[in-house]
């Protein structure tokens, strides 16, 4: 431990902690193992390993994090230059901060200048607008941007199967406006591959490059293409896969646009990459660091040197729920400041009800002052690379780009990513992600809050109109919430129908004291399935558990480990022969469950697999 000092103008240093002895790791790991005894996370013996292997975790690419980091990483270099760690630029954000970038798809051209007005006058000055299928038509484009003085902002254009399309009725409305070309900024938006990985459609690699080949005279401050990671990221991937899909894309553009004739420096800055940005802020702001050091890596490999990346991060859709929908609100905010952190330069945070269908003016006022509150009020834009020197994050951003780049590597053996996207060794790989996320998913493992954990039976939906569906075929699109938020659809439907909402009781056993916390993880478990508790109270006897029960199929018995040898399989045998069909009991499961229990419900239990079985029997239909 470094003893700190501080002085007053000239004064001597006073050191602040040289009365106190250094710590030393062992004394650590014994206040730790206090800790995880106290919690009941280790027993009384001492664990097999070191103390802290209790508290790490793995991520989806297999990266041991650790509670505690102690050997220091190499040099992370200076910001603005090669490798690019610690930002594009020397001097970060401080001077211009970030693009605040909100996107647009509303199919309805006047609404969506309405919005684009609104988001332009009160803080935002870049706009992404997803053009044609699942967005506003094409020909609506002068509609969309009226009264939009385009030599003042970034316009990212997003047009899918129609991005040349798009990009040259962007170019006219520019000329017929009388903009001159050096003044736009932005990208036209082409992403030919990212096309293919949504739809399954082959991608038009000449109209992307016929795009691209002109702008570096024509349009010097614009981009022409987007190696787009949200399609992979959509799918189920890490963000190791995410990032060597993103490079892998970039690097196809590269070779294109060089067979075309243009210099390879050209051709690497006309590309722009798009990452998610998740509430998992220190993988966001790892994964954002380290692709920037690979995309240099691969242009220095290309003969252009090493050059910066410019990157656009977008708040998760993954992340993003249906039900409760406030606590996105939350997700958005901590991934905005993962991003801010992480180095990009433009950042576009997700409405909060974007799940739900279209945004409101309230959720996108909200959406972009997330975004103020960060510039303007935190000031996380004054400081470069807040996260750099850290021992984590410079670790972990070692251990994402080489994870990232080992499935690069893997891309690029199979012929690069045109290749990999159509032998569908992209498509196995993140499928395979996808169900090991599912299954912890599936277990609360990774909690959904408000979804899969204290979920709010009484809220009210919102209500949106319906969001235009992009065009699929492609790579399936997945949110961490949607097989809870279907069985709490199924919930709703069946008391929409019934008139009641499916409950099950809790067979209380002994005094409050007892069952309470059991009856309380009971409560929030089967709520996650959109299904209601009710609740026998404090009992002496089995006669009384009895006497509470309120007639329904499923019993849940909640109590201590103590009261469940004692009166757990009298109650559950009473309470079935009283009509009980099925009686789960929460706790840890034992060797045998006692008689006349059918199962446990425990924390890390498949959960999902408990709550359809338990809407199954309560006569949901699925």
């Not at 969309?144 to 409305?173: F, K, N, P, Q, W």
Request: proline share 7%; with cysteine.
């Amino acid at each position: 431990m470094v003893a700190h000092s501080t002085s007053s103008g000239d004064g001597p240093a006073l050191p602040l902690a040289a009365d106190f002895p250094a710590p030393t790791h062992e004394q650590w790991q014994s206040q730790v193992e206090k800790a995880l005894r106290k919690t009941g996370s280790i027993g009384e013996q001492p664990p097999p390993g070191p103390v802290e292997d209790v508290l790490a975790s793995t991520t989806y690419e297999g990266i041991e994090v650790h509670p505690l980091y102690t050997g220091r990483p190499a040099d992370p270099g200076l910001p603005g230059l090669a490798p690019y760690l610690r930002g594009a630029r020397p001097q970060g954000c401080v001077t211009e901060g970030w693009q605040v970038r909100q996107l647009h798809a509303c199919p309805d051209p006047q609404r969506g200048n309405k919005d684009i007005l609104a988001d332009l006058y009160n803080g935002s000055d870049s706009l992404w607008l997803r053009l044609g299928p699942g967005g506003t038509p094409v020909a609506a484009l002068p509609e969309l941007l009226g009264d939009v003085h385009l030599e003042m902002i970034s316009v990212v254009l997003d047009g899918g199967a129609e991005a040349t399309r798009a990009a040259e009725e962007y170019l006219a409305l520019a000329a017929e406006r009388g903009v001159p070309a050096g003044a736009l900024r932005g990208n036209l938006g082409a992403d030919p591959l990212g096309e293919q990985a949504r739809t399954g459609q082959p991608a038009d690699r000449e109209g992307a490059v016929q795009l691209a080949r002109h702008c570096p005279e024509q349009y010097p401050q614009l981009h022409a293409l987007v190696a787009d990671a949200l399609p992979y990221h959509e799918a189920g991937g890490s963000d190791a896969e995410e990032l060597g899909c993103a490079l892998a894309t970039a690097t196809t553009y590269l070779r294109w646009l060089v067979d075309a004739g243009v210099d390879v420096a050209a051709a690497a800055g006309l590309i722009e990459f798009r990452f998610a940005a998740t509430a998992d802020q220190f993988l966001t702001i790892a994964k954002l660091r380290a692709a920037r050091q690979l995309w240099a890596q691969i242009t220095r490999s290309s003969g252009a040197g090493a050059l910066p990346q410019q990157q656009h991060a977008v708040t998760s859709p993954v992340m993003l729920t249906r039900h409760d929908p406030w606590v996105n609100m939350l997700r958005g905010t901590i991934a905005a400041f993962a991003a801010g952190v992480g180095g990009a330069q433009a950042i576009s945070t997700l409405p909060f009800d974007a799940a739900v269908g279209m945004p409101d003016a309230f959720s996108r006022r909200i959406a972009r002052n997330t975004q103020a509150l960060l510039l303007d009020e935190s000031h996380l834009a004054q400081v470069i690379d807040p996260a750099g020197g850290s021992w984590y994050v410079e670790t972990l951003t070692g251990e994402i780009a080489a994870a990232a780049w080992e499935w690069f590597q893997r891309i690029e053996g199979l012929g690069g990513m045109p290749a990999a996207l159509d032998s569908g060794a992209v498509a196995e790989r993140l499928a395979t992600t996808w169900q090991a996320r599912t299954e912890a998913l599936d277990h609360r493992t990774d909690a959904v809050i408000g979804v899969s954990e204290f979920p709010n039976l009484d809220e009210q939906p919102l209500q949106r109109d319906p969001a235009p569906q992009r065009p699929g075929g492609g790579l399936p699109r997945h949110r961490h919430g949607e097989r809870f938020e279907a069985l709490r659809t199924s919930a709703a439907e069946h008391e929409a129908a019934t008139g009641a909402r499916p409950t099950v009781h809790l067979a209380t056993i002994g005094p409050l004291a007892a069952y309470n916390a059991r009856a309380s993880f009971a409560r929030n478990l089967f709520a996650a399935g959109g299904i209601d508790a009710t609740e026998g109270g404090p009992s002496e006897s089995t006669s009384d558990v009895v006497a509470g029960w309120d007639g329904n199929p499923v019993v849940c018995l909640c109590s201590t480990d103590k009261l469940y040898a004692e009166r757990a399989a009298e109650t559950a045998e009473a309470l079935r022969d009283a009509g009980a069909q099925r009686v789960l009991l929460a706790g840890k499961p034992g060797d045998e469950p006692p008689a006349g229990v059918d199962d446990y419900v425990f924390t890390g239990c498949d959960a999902l697999a408990v709550l359809t079985d338990v809407q199954r029997r309560l006569g949901v239909a699925r």
